[in-house]
């Protein structure tokens, strides 16, 4: 499966089940609005007589009752607006959950691609030392060359072997976790596809305005921004719950006590003498100092994050930029010339196998620096929130 990194976020988006699942929280979040929003369903009573001393027909009275519960203090409202920022909450925790997600599967792409680009330089190590060696076995059977010229190349294949094997084993581990985050079938083979590396410099991105972006686009400092007000609006909710609740009702009696077709008007609340909701009051209180130094403690960790990503992002586009881009297409000319000239016995065994090493050093070397560098600009977006170095 040939991949770009905008196809398989596309992919990502519309199949991972994470987002799904968190999709339906926001959905249960607006439904509590709509609860806030309700009224309270009146109350509606009948009775029947059924049997009275010295009555003869007892079945005849009955009374009837409805009553209906009114919020006062503004309750039905704050608990409207507290569900409201519910909503909120449950968009911000999607959201962050969208960019943590995404920041996984981009390193998970990334890793993939330039861990391959190095399986491939041992891939051509072995097949070429493979015909090497097959060339040098026919050679010491006809007694042109010693056993140990032989042994030393079989040594070398078998090392690398080993290393490649291991390589992809680590390749194997990632395409799993990528094919999971993408919804991909575990029996596809994910080969990604990337550009030319033409994003923006960090160095001419100034810092300020790296950390002015995270405090604007940090989903996780929003929702504790959103805890804040939720507790401030819920203590002025308990403070409003220490005020009485009233009950109006309306009574008909046919054959009440005091007459006839007896109709009376009430009205019911409780008084507030021993329970004015203290405990909650206080609850909330502590729950505001709580949360404000929890929304102060993110914004450290958001000012923490940008900077300790800054610094690692600008020291690696500085060593990457000192590397000359001609140096790995200059190494593996040589490498083929070097394959010639040990074919016409002009190098040496050890001189050969130097080379050869060197090269796979250098070339695995190179591939991952590019690969830090690329991580380094992602955790950058990350810890901002802001696709600013976004590579294709």
Known sequence: LKLTVKQAEDQFIKNNLSLIIQRYNIDNASAQVITARLFQNP???FANGIHATGVPNAFSEQSIGVSQLFFTAGKRNKNIQLAKIGVEQAKYQFFDLLRTLKFTLRNDFYTIYFQQQSANVYNEEIGSLSKTLTVFKEQYTKGNIAQKEVLRIQSQLYSLQTEYNSLLSGIDTTQSEL????KASPNTYIEPQVSADNQQQVAQVPYQQLLDSAYANRYDLKYTKAAVDYNNLNLKLQKATAVPDVSLSFNYDKLGSYGN???????AFSLPFFNRNQGNIQQARIAIDQSKVQ????QDQVQSD???SYKSALRLEKLYNSFDPKFKTDFTNLIREVNINYEKRNLSMLEFLDFYDSYKTNTIQINNLQL???LALEQLNYAT???FF???
């Open 179 to 182: 094919k999971l985050l993408i």
């Open 385 to 387: 929130g802001t696709p």
């Open 390 to 392: 976004n590579q294709q």
């Open 295 to 298: 929304f102060q403690s993110q």
């Open 261 to 267: 077709n007896f109709m009376s008007a009430g009205i």
């Open 43 to 45: 109350d509606f009573s």
């Open 372 to 374: 830090s560098k690329v």
């Open 306 to 308: 940008v900077a300790t």
